[in-house]
């Protein structure tokens, strides 16, 4: 079983940064970012492989969230820049033994708790 603890959510203003980070218990799984806004279904955000090498964004977040891993802490984060209304959500961090070009949330195993992100207009 993989445990995993998202932290780092928040309130900021349209325009501005937050950094969500996702602690594993283990680190050798493709990891992902998933969101889900009320009354939508749950989006794919980012993925990174299990080197850290490879990275795949939703094309909403390209050029403005980046993903990215810690292996020997354990851990993935997710750097959010000039972030909009839009993206105002609850951010799950999730764990794949697929690659990280399976962007169905369902090809992830296991769930981290949630992280609300609010971004102000």
């Known amino acids: 079983q993989v445990q995993l603890v998202e932290s780092g959510g928040g309130l900021v203003q349209g325009g501005g940064s937050l950094r969500l980070s996702c602690v594993a218990s283990?680190?050798?799984?493709?990891m992902g970012w998933f969101r889900q806004a009320p009354g939508k279904e749950r989006e794919f955000v980012a993925a990174?492989?299990?080197?850290?090498?490879?990275?795949y964004y939703a094309d909403s977040v390209k050029g403005r969230f980046t993903i990215s891993r810690d292996n020997a802490k354990n851990t993935v984060y997710l750097q959010m820049n000039s972030l909009k209304p839009e993206d105002t959500a609850v951010y799950y961090c999730?764990?794949?033994?697929?690659?990280?070009?399976?962007?169905?949330?369902?090809?992830?195993?296991?769930w981290g708790q949630g992280t609300q992100v609010t971004v102000s207009s």
């Open positions: 283990v680190s050798i799984y493709t």
């Open positions: 999730a764990a794949s033994k697929k690659n990280l070009y399976n962007t169905n949330y369902a090809s992830y195993d296991y």
């Open positions: 990174i492989s299990r080197s850290g090498g490879d990275t």
